[in-house]
Nanobody, 121 residues
Framework: QVQLVESGGGLVQPGGSLRLSCAAS????????MGWYRRAPGKERELVAT???????NYGDSVKGRFTISRDNAKNTVHLQMNSLEPEDTAVYYC???????????????WGQGTQVTVSS
């Protein structure tokens, strides 16, 4: 069993910053790609950013230059530093990870429960 738990969401004014964190725990053998997605009310789920185990990153067009994804492989954690936040960034943010559990020889995809980010004055 693997769990992804997000933290760090909340309410912030436009132009402000927030840092999201996600920790993977459980019977983990290895963690591959990790990332963040978001879903705003009435919209489809959207890629925010992903990072490979070797640190290669990919960003959605709407967050390039404002958000930075990073990870700590030793702790199986991924972070999302969000700067210059805009009202359009308001959404539930979900952590995602490809994990191989101990004793199982294939990768599975896991999701966190989501954390709300609201950008409003």
């Amino acid at each position: 069993q693997v769990q992804l738990v997000e933290s760090g969401g909340g309410l912030v004014q436009p132009g402000g910053s927030l840092r999201l964190s996600c920790a993977a725990s459980g019977s983990i053998f290895s963690v591959n790609d990790m990332g963040w997605y978001r879903r705003a009310p009435g919209k489809e789920r959207e890629l925010v950013a992903t990072i490979t185990a070797t640190g290669r990153t990919n960003y959605g067009d709407s967050v390039k230059g404002r958000f930075t994804i990073s990870r700590d492989n030793a702790k199986n954690t991924v972070h999302l530093q969000m700067n210059s936040l805009e009202p359009e960034d308001t959404a539930v943010y979900y952590c995602n990870g490809r994990v191989m559990t101990k004793g199982i020889g294939y990768w599975s995809e896991y999701w966190g429960q989501g954390t709300q980010v609201t950008v409003s004055s």
